[in-house]
């Protein structure tokens, strides 16, 4: 049986998600980065192979998911970096913007932020089960939000991404008990990366302190370091970026 040594991370187009890649191909277990985009990546290396694919549609994740369990390829992390916010009015998919009372909830919005923040995620979780290594350590760990944390949500708003959000972390939790039945050794983690300066968070950074926006390198290490520790047994985390448990 190989070693899982590659790592696959979906929404590689995303700030996040391009640190990520730079940082796992550092990591001492990783030689390979599968890299999927909706997008056609730009390929700057030889050990990252990337793969143009939408992820809300199911088939197409079915189809990769198989040709990787025909080429046996052993996933030791896979990271979703996907997830919206907010998107410009012009966009064709319909704009986006963060819910500041009731009167601004729209079914439309709402329902893709669930689309993008959570469905596509559980298309994931769904497939993966199949080819996660049976008998040596890995990880899957989606890029949550602290927001999602019911617990603690003390300031209101922002309905459509935080309730898709608190939806992403009951399937991660939900995932974590079937997968201890069916794969015993897949860690799960929902990940908090704090305010990363991206595209996603850029209309939001005004009150934000500059100690407090992160670059995407250092969540993308911080994630990584997490990635590595993680264990079944522990599993489900619900971490931030310094590693510290938030309450689902
Ligand atoms: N930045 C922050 O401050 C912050 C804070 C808390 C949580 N997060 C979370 O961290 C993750 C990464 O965020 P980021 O800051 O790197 O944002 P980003 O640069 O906007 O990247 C988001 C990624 O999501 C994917 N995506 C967006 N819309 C999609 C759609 N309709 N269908 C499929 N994929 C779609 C894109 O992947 P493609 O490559 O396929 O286009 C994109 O790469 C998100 O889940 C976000 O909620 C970020």
Redesign the pocket.
Known sequence: MSTPNTALVI???????RALIDELLTHPEIEYVHA????DLVNTHPNITAYTL???DEHAVAEFVEQQKSDATQYRFVIS?????HREPSDS?CGLKPEKRLEDIDPLQLQAYF???TI?PAIWLKHLVKIMPKRLPSTIAF????VGSITDNKLGGWYGYRAS?SALNMLIKNAAIEYSRRNKNVALLSY??????????KPFQANVKSDKLFT?EFTAQCLVSLLTQATAEESPYYLDWAGKTIPW
Not at 36 to 39: C, D, F, K, V
Request: aromatic content about 0%.
């Open positions: 929404g590689a187009s995303g700030g996040i998600a999927i985009s909706r997008s939408n992820s809300l970096t996907v997830g919206i916010l998919l689309e993008v923040n596509l890029l949550s939000a602290r959000k908090h990366p704090g305010t990363v300066d991206t595209g996603l968070s995407p």
